[in-house]
């Protein structure tokens, strides 16, 4: 059973980092063997995907992000990771990890791929 459990947000100044985790209990249906993704809806936007990790370890990453964020496993926690530096007032919002359990290698960028999502958790970037 895919159960994604998100920990990590907070309140920040620009220029801060954190980093996001997401995570499923399942050992059955561990992270890292299926297509993850970031995405998060900021305010007055509509859902934006953030980046992506496939199960060979090719990330992606939205343009406004790239060179800022991280993705990455964790195997030893079972883990899925956004590490967010140099974090901007834009990238405020309500941040989703989704799995696509029908992909590996071609992680898609469109929300309507991915079937199982975690609960959300809040970044807020202050100036």
């Known amino acids: 059973l895919m159960l994604l459990a998100q920990s990590g947000g907070d309140s920040v100044p620009a220029g801060a980092s954190l980093r996001l985790s997401c995570r499923n209990s399942d050992s059955e249906f561990p992270v890292s063997k299926y297509c993850m993704a970031w995405f998060r809806r900021t305010p007055g936007k509509q859902r934006e995907w953030v980046a992506s990790l496939n199960t060979l370890g090719g990330d992606d990453y939205a343009a406004t992000v790239k060179g800022r964020f991280t993705v990455s496993h964790d195997k030893s926690t079972a883990s899925f990771h956004l590490q967010m530096d140099s974090l901007l007032p834009d990238d405020t919002g309500l941040y989703y990890c989704?799995?696509?359990?029908?992909?590996?290698?071609?992680?898609?960028?469109?929300?309507?791929?991915?079937?199982?999502w975690g609960q959300g958790t809040q970044v807020t970037v202050s100036s």
């Open positions: 989704a799995a696509d359990l029908s992909d590996q290698y071609a992680c898609p960028q469109s929300g309507d791929r991915y079937g199982y």
